[in-house]
């Protein structure tokens, strides 16, 4: 009996770029893709954490230019597929895009916010007439409905998208809530759906099981969890959960788990935890990759770094409105906030939650 299939993507090389305020080197793209080329891990990401042409004083610059990343990580990947990240307004198309695919990337996923799909189809489609295999991602998917996320995944599809991908920016979800979602994706699209974890509550690779029982067949997962904040869903974690569950990646297990180990050993700077600021990075529902400048600014301010992040998620502030960080920091310095205690805290949790609640029954 043929085991049903999952796809794996492995965006340590660029997801876990936010971990190390973008500054991975030439030498770790280089030998993470060996190592992941030997396990057979189908495709790997590589790039700025916020995907090409991202590099910027307000997200952060890299150590190295994206040509020196996707040249350097094409040359050391012959079975694995090359794949990047694109959020249309950092990377344009007759700069970064075809620059790309000059350097011979195979796989191109472009991303939104998830109630923005509208602004990727120019990318996805010149990626589609470029020849290259094209997925629709949307990020931070907490922050609209199922229903909604159906809708701008179905934008995508008529894009010419190839499979979609959800992503848990901030590591907002439950199993349920990613169960419901990919539900709503399976039964509004007639392409694969996948899901992108992060692990600020522990539920990493809960969810992504999650995502595969409603359908899912794309999942991502990163060495050691490599990644903004708390990290993403252990990729050798993932493929062992997997394999007892039945489903065939492809990828071989002894292998992967050595590839954890190079991780470790030459990229990960530290293997990712589930800090008190994730914690409440997730239950705010604030994207991962805010950990760090928050946590710099919060001690410029002398401020609770808890107390910015709440703060973020009742602004619904997303990845690329850093300098909201400051702004909040500084109101919270000058005693303008009301979030002074564990109490106000709680209650600034059941607002959250209102909040989105309504904004789930206007969608």
């Given amino acids: 009996m043929t085991k049903p299939q999952v ?145 701008e995944a179905k934008k995508m599809e008529s894009y010419g998208a190839e499979g979609i991908v959800i992503m848990d920016s901030s590591g907002h979800f439950l199993p349920a809530d990613v169960a419901d979602r990919m539900k709503h994706l399976r039964e509004a699209l007639n392409i694969p759906i996948g899901f992108h974890a992060h692990n600020n509550l522990g539920m990493a690779i809960a969810n992504s099981v999650a995502a595969v029982q409603e359908g899912a067949t794309i999942i991502d997962g990163t060495a050691r969890g490599f990644g903004a904040g708390a990290g993403n869903a252990q990729l050798e974690v993932l493929v062992a959960v997997l394999e007892r569950m039945g489903y065939d990646t492809g990828v071989d297990l002894y292998k992967v788990l050595d590839a954890g180990d190079v991780a470790e050993k030459s990229v990960v700077e530290v293997v990712p935890t589930i800090s008190s600021v994730s914690v409440v990075s997730g239950l705010a529902g604030v994207f991962s990759g805010f950990a760090k400048p928050v946590a710099r600014i919060a001690e410029e301010f002398k401020v609770d770094p808890r107390d910015i992040f709440f703060e973020l998620g009742r602004r619904g502030i997303i990845a690329g409105q850093e300098d909201f960080i400051i702004e909040v920091a500084a109101e919270l310095a000058k005693g303008d906030s009301r979030h002074k205690s564990r109490e106000a805290l709680a209650t600034n949790v059941i607002e959250l939650k209102t909040t989105r609640a309504g904004n789930e029954q206007r969608s």
């Avoid at 794996?8 to 660029?14: A, G, K």
């Avoid at 597929?81 to 191109?108: E, S, Y």
């Fill in 7 to 151: 796809l794996i993507s492995d965006p340590s090389l660029r997801d876990g770029n936010h971990a190390v305020r973008h500054q991975l080197q030439a030498s770790q793209i280089a030998v993470y893709c060996e190592a992941a080329d030997a396990a057979g891990i189908p495709i790997v990401e590589v790039g700025h954490g916020n995907g090409i042409g991202a590099s910027s004083l307000q997200l952060g610059e890299s150590a190295i230019s994206d040509e020196v990343m996707l040249s350097t990580a094409r040359s050391h990947l012959k079975r694995s597929r090359l794949g990047i990240h694109v959020i249309p307004g950092f990377a344009t198309i007759q700069r970064d895009l075809k620059l790309a695919i000059d350097l011979g990337v195979d796989v191109i996923r472009v991303a939104s916010h998830c109630t923005e799909a509208d602004i990727t189809q120019r990318h996805i489609e010149f990626s589609r007439t470029a020849g290259k295999t094209t997925y629709g991602v949307l990020m931070m998917s907490h922050m609209t409905s199922p229903t909604g996320l159906a809708e």
